[in-house]
T-cell receptor, first 111, second 114 residues
């Protein structure tokens, strides 16, 4: 079945450093969504990527969809303490109608 | 618009009991999905309901069931509770298909099975 792996599992950074999380699928994806969950909170939608090679930016966040549509990344430039939380990708494969969530990357930012 | 609401927020049950959780989606949203979140397994998809029909189902045993009403409100039921069912149960609503549209999550119901 479809597997969605996210790396790293945890990342601790100093405020101001950059951060990247990667999402990898065993199958070709139709689209991928990214969510952020603050500690004690619920997932909040960040973005959806659909096209091969797509790059989207939201202020300090940059999202990429791989050319082969099997992987994606989220990059945060100059992290702030407000970036703390767990970042999840959610992938939809072409051969299934089920959205599979990645294992998540937990980001901790030290001031 | 009001966000997604879930009731109750916290629940404690014992093994063998059954439980019903409720989710009210954002007004106008027709899709409601349910997820189980645990530290070990992450976010696992349970099922999606759209216009009162179950459109998609994850890999959970038949003890987990749900339904959706004509006003799009949804309920999830777990029968014969097991210790491993302790988790945060999240519901999410979206305008149309959950897999192609932004999902809005509720605050969740924290279920503890003793």
């Amino acid at each position: 079945g479809q597997q969605v792996m996210q790396i790293p599992q945890y990342q601790h950074v100093q405020e101001g450093e950059d951060f990247t999380t990667y999402c990898n699928s065993s199958t070709t994806l139709s689209n991928i969504q990214w969510y952020k969950q603050r500690p004690g909170g619920h997932p909040v939608f960040l973005i959806q990527l659909v096209k091969s090679g797509e790059v989207k930016k939201q202020k300090r966040l940059t999202f990429q969809f791989g050319e082969a549509k099997k992987n994606s990344s989220l990059h945060i430039t100059a992290t702030q303490t407000t970036d703390v939380g767990t970042y999840f990708c959610a992938a939809l494969s072409y051969n299934t109608d089920k959205l599979i969530f990645g294992t998540g990357t937990r980001l901790q930012v030290f001031p | 618009k009001a966000g997604v609401t879930q009731t109750p927020r916290y629940l404690i049950k014992t093994r063998g009991q059954q439980v019903t959780l409720s989710c009210s989606p954002i007004s106008g949203h027709r899709s409601v999905s349910w997820y189980q979140q645990t530290p070990g397994q992450g976010l696992q998809f349970l099922f999606e309901y759209f216009s009162e029909t179950q459109r998609n189902k994850g890999n959970f045993p038949g003890r987990f069931s749900g339904r959706q009403f004509s006003n799009s409100r949804s309920e999830m039921n777990v029968s014969t509770l097991e210790l491993g069912d302790s988790a945060l149960y999240l519901c999410a609503s979206s305008l149309e298909s959950y897999s192609y549209n932004e999902q809005f999550f509720g605050p969740g119901t924290r279920l503890t099975v003793l």
